[in-house]
Structure formats: C-alpha cells, structure tokens
C-alpha cells in the first residue's frame, strides 16, 4: 500500500519540492533560475489548458479579410484590420460549430428492408437513447380518470384533468407540483393561458381561470357547460365550445366577452386551433368541420369530412397549417389540403373505430385508436394516394386502459403523452420534437425575470382580433382605391360604403324620387281628368296596383315596421308625407281650383274688423 501511494505521488516530505517544468529557453542553457514557468499553479493549469483559437495572436488571419492600406491614420487602420479579422474569425467558428442542425431529422433508421421501425419497443427505445431523453417515458397511474393533457408552448410543464374532478399542474422534468385540485364535480378539458401561471378549466357548469398555486381567479359565467377550450397565444383569446353549440372568444387582457357564434349543429364533439392564422376548427357530431373566425357570425369554410361524428381534428404546425387530419367514428382517418378543400389527401380505416389524432412540430401524426397508438411521418401521410390505403407505420405503442381520449406532443422534445382511463403514459417519439427552440417565442429554461419580459412584449404586440382570417398574408397588403366616390356636405372624397343610404341610391340609379302614393294608394284628390279616361285593362289594372310596392325607400318602410319606434323611419315618413302634400298643392295650383284654407285662431289677429 505504502508502495503504491508513493508511486502515485500523493504524499511527499515537505522538505522535498515538486520539480516544475521549464521554458525551452532554460532547458537549453541549463539554468534553472526561478522565473515564470517556476509557479506551481502556473504550471499545473498551463500543461492542460489552451487558448481558442480565436484569441491566439499567432494563428493566421482568415482569408477575405478587407485590406485598409488606403488609410493614412495608423491607429485607425490597425482597429479596423483587427475588428475585421475577429468578425472573419466568429464567423468561422459559427460556421464549423453547426449549431442549428436543421438538415437531421433524428427518426429512427433500420439496416435492410427486413428491418422495420415499428418493431423497436419503447425499451430498447429507452436503453438507446440518452439519460435526459429516456425521462420522457413514463407511467402515470391516477384515479379519476379518463384524463386530458396540456402542455405549455415551451413544453416544460404539463396540465393534467380527471373527468371526476381531479386538476394537477406540474413541471414533469423536475417532477415539482405546482397545484393540485379535487374539484368534484366534471371536468371536460384543461389548457394554459400565456404561461403556466394561469390555467382554466372547462367544469361542469362554467369555464374557471385559477394561477399557479391552484386559487380561483374568476368564474367565466358567460361559458356555459364548456367541453373544448383552446388559448390563442398571440391575441390573448380564450375560446370555448358547449354543449349549447356556441363558440364564445374571451379577451383574457381585458376580461371582455368578445364574441360569440351559434354553430347550428349541436355540441362540438371536437376542436382545436390553427397556429398559422388562429383559425378556429370546430367537429361536429352530423361529420362536418367548420371554420370559425370572431369576425365572421357563419363558418369560413363547411366541410362534409366523414359519415358519422368528427371524433378529433387537428392541424400540423410544421407546414404551416397547410395540412389538417380529421378521425371520425366511422373508422377513417383523413388528411386534408387546406388550400383545396375539394377532396382528402389521403383515407385509410384505423381499427376500433373513432379515436383521437395529433400532429408533431416535425410533422409527425399520431393516431390513437382501439388500444394502440400509431404513429406516421411525413411524407408518406402527404402523398395522394387511392383506396383506403395506410401509409408506412413508423411507431407503434399497445397502451391496454381503454379508452384513449387525449393526445399531446410536447414541445421541443420526442415525447408523447397519452392520456386514456387510468391515468397517462408519456412514449418516447424520436424526430418528433423540434430540435431548435427561438428563446423570443417559448424558451424552456426561462427564469422568472424573461418570463415577466416576454409577458409584457406580449401585451404590446397583441394582435387584434379582426385580424384573423384564412389568408394571414393580407395583413400589411393596400386596400384598393374606392370605385364610387361622391362630394357630400362638401367632402369630395367620401368612399361609397360610408355614404347614407339615400345618397348611395342615387349614385347607383335606383333611388326613385318622383313616388306618388305609399304602397300603391291613389290620392283621393286626383283630377276630374283622370276619371274621364278610358276604363284600363286587367293587365293595367294589376300593374297599378303593385305600382310602388317594389319601390326602395317603401321596402325599407315596410322592413322598420315593428313594434319600436324608429327616428329614421319616422323621419323618412314625414318626407314623404311633405313630398305629397307639395305635389297635390302643385296639381291643384295647375288645375286653377282655389283650396279651401282651414279658419285659424289667429285670424282675427291679421286683419281689421270692417
């Protein structure tokens, strides 16, 4: 033992000092004067440590570097020679590190076509991959269940509900609670707000919002019996669907119930949102899809997708919302182009009939369906093909708690969370996530301080709501000039739309001002002339007698005839009214008939007594 300690060279008599290498210079002329290269610390660290690259003075300057000899100032030549060489340096380094590895996919690859990759189970999955990667497969045995999952946009914590009432929110990396709730009651759907500090649930009777420690906030009354809720991160839009069949948008910043839409079909059996444009897609049980949009009261797009109920939609994040599958309880699976909504891409039949489905931000759709999850890549699930053909399996996972009510990808990492009756498991997917996360949008390792910073820039940058639409790309685009323009209450540039509704007649031809009667009433005063001529026929009968029936302003008369006193309407009669009075005034002026004037009060003011 002695032996091998001292061969080690842990103890030393403190008489006996360490020899410390020497400079070439003193190695070469046998002097050993005690000098730089004497220091022990110097000389320890100095033997295993060595400058970057970038910071050597002696290595050579990059290539393509700007000269600066027409300079005459020596000190200024020499800093713009080094700033160049230091920019031409970083921009190297930056080029060999290959920090964005965007080109690698990481899906799973097999030697020989014997090979297949939905054979690989999720343990050899776990014993291949790494320490942190194989902390995504997990197990979740919890009572109260079928339960829902939701993760926050930077995929670091994770919202679970229980039909029964049971609400946790925790961050699954590190395994710390944030709240936990047994509301008692049912509970439909769950989902974050900008962060994880605040969360809302779809309860048996109202949507309620509570923070991060599990107190309630607010109590959303205006949602009644909620089954779906989605969040739009950028306009700070919480929407919800019930039972009642309306889809309401709640302005989370101000707390204003912005809008709501009566579907018309009944309760949503499924929804979810479009990334790209904040595209509401609402299923429906008679197997339709409907677009929805807070500006529009009817649906953008109507869409017969399957035979039966819509049981899930969903939409792929990583074409930019291009393509959107649909799972119906007729046991179909369809992916549909939302650029051409005149038939589906591809169709195949999943076993157990209906079940859920959800896209990857790398593109990547699981299907769940019976007790399994399978699940495809891209591009095999985007190419047209005919028959009720499955395309190529990539994964796949028997999961025995039937039934499988929810699917989430969690961001930014090869995970997979299933959420069926007794409890949830979480499977690893490789290629799935998202390598490269922009700390701007969603950092998963943010600290309290940037989380505040990107809650404040959000505010800022909220889009409004009228903004959404199916073609975000008409945001910043010019408005075309205005066709009809007219000069009214000396404004020659009025646009048309915003003209009065008489005025707008008059520019398109159809107000017609010279109206005798309401409605095809004849005057009771006509002229003697008149009656003196010939007995019209039958068909001149029946065109007088609809005479002014198709009249404008008399359409919009009849439409403001209600039980509410309108001034418009009321000033539009009184119009008319002095319209005829001059008219019949003007005949009778022509006709040469005195008219009898009606004896006033004041009459015996105006003239003298005889």
């Known amino acids: 033992m002695d032996a091998l300690i001292a061969k080690?060279?842990?103890?030393?008599?403190?008489?006996?000092?360490r020899r410390?290498?020497?400079?070439?210079?003193?190695?070469?002329?046998?002097t050993s004067r005690p000098g730089p290269s004497d220091d022990r610390t110097l000389g320890s660290v100095s033997l295993h440590t060595a400058l970057p690259k970038s910071l050597r003075p002696t290595s050579p300057p990059p290539e393509n570097v700007p000269k600066y000899g027409h300079i005459q100032d020596k000190k200024l030549r020499a800093q713009l020679t080094r700033q160049s060489t230091q920019s031409a340096r970083s921009k190297a380094l930056v080029k060999d590190a290959e920090l964005l590895l965007t080109e690698e996919a990481g899906l799973m690859e097999v030697e020989g076509d014997v090979e297949k990759t939905w054979r690989i189970g999720q343990n050899e999955i776990v014993q291949a991959a790494g320490q942190e990667a194989a902390?995504?497969?997990?197990e979740w045995k919890l009572d109260g269940g079928p339960y829902r999952s939701r993760y926050t946009r930077n995929g670091r914590h994770l919202a679970i509900v229980g039909r029964k009432g049971h609400v946790a929110t925790f961050d699954w990396q590190t395994g710390t609670m944030h709240a936990e709730l047994q509301l008692r009651e049912t509970c439909r759907d769950i989902t974050f707000l900008h962060d994880h500090s605040h969360f809302a649930v779809a309860q048996q009777k109202y949507v309620y919002?509570?923070?991060?420690?599990?107190?309630?906030?607010?109590?959303?009354?205006?949602?009644?019996e909620p089954t779906r809720l989605e969040f739009l991160p950028y306009h700070w839009l919480l929407a919800s669907v019930g039972n009642a069949g309306y889809l309401k948008y709640q302005d989370t910043s101000t707390g204003q119930l912005l809008v709501e839409h009566r579907t018309k079909l009944g309760a949503p059996s499924a929804m979810t949102q479009n990334a790209h444009n904040a595209v509401i897609h609402l299923g429906h049980a008679n197997g339709t899809v409907t677009l929805w949009t807070p500006n529009l009261p009817h649906p953008a797009v109507r869409l017969l997708a399957h035979l039966g109920p819509v049981a899930s939609v969903s939409v792929d994040p990583s074409t930019a919302g291009r393509y959107m599958s649909t799972a119906g309880q007729d046991g179909l699976v369809k992916v549909w182009d939302c650029r051409n909504w005149k038939g589906a891409v591809r169709t195949w039949n999943a076993r157990g009939g209906g079940g859920e489905v959800e896209w990857s931000q790398r593109g990547a759709l699981a299907v769940a369906s019976g007790g399994s999850v399978n699940v495809y890549t891209k591009p095999s699930i985007?190419?047209?093909?005919?028959?009720?053909?499955?395309?190529?399996?990539?994964?796949?996972?028997?999961?025995?708690?039937?039934?499988?009510?929810?699917?989430?990808?969690?961001?930014?990492?090869?995970v997979l969370t299933v959420g069926h009756n007794a409890g949830l498991s979480s499977i690893i997917v490789p290629g799935s996530g998202e390598p490269n996360f922009d700390s701007a949008e969603a950092d998963p390792f943010e600290n309290k301080r940037a989380r505040r910073e990107r809650?404040?820039?959000?505010?800022?940058?909220k889009i409004q709501p009228d903004m959404i639409a199916l073609d975000p790309e008409f945001?910043?685009?010019?408005?075309?000039?205005?066709k009809l323009t007219t000069a009214v209450g000396g404004e020659p540039d009025v646009p048309f739309a915003r003209l009065p509704r008489l005025e707008r007649l008059r520019v398109q031809g159809k107000a017609d001002e010279k109206e005798d009667g309401d409605e095809g009433l004849v005057d009771d005063d006509d002229d003697d002339d008149e009656a003196a001529k010939k007995r019209p026929t039958k068909e001149e009968k029946e065109k007088k007698k609809m005479r002014g029936k198709n009249k404008t302003l008399k359409r919009y008369l009849r439409k403001q005839r209600k039980n509410v006193i309108d001034p418009r309407a009321l000033a539009v009669r009184a119009k008319l009214e002095k319209q005829r009075e001059e008219r019949r005034k003007a005949r009778a002026a022509a006709a040469g008939h005195a008219e009898d004037r009606k004896p006033s009060a004041l009459d015996r003011f105006g003239r003298s007594a005889p």
């Open 475 to 482: 945001v910043g685009s010019l408005a075309p000039e205005p």
């Open 209 to 224: 919002i509570y923070d991060r420690d599990g107190v309630e906030l607010h109590q959303l009354k205006s949602h009644i």
């Open 455 to 461: 809650e404040v820039k959000g505010l800022l940058d």
């Open 8 to 17: 080690a060279d842990a103890i030393r008599p403190v008489t006996k000092k």
């Open 20 to 30: 410390i290498h020497q400079n070439e210079s003193q190695k070469k002329s046998g």
């Open 135 to 138: 902390q995504g497969r997990k």
């Open 382 to 414: 985007q190419t047209p093909l005919a028959a009720t053909v499955s395309p190529p399996l990539y994964l796949t996972h028997p999961i025995p708690h039937r039934p499988l009510t929810s699917l989430r990808f969690c961001p930014f990492h090869d």
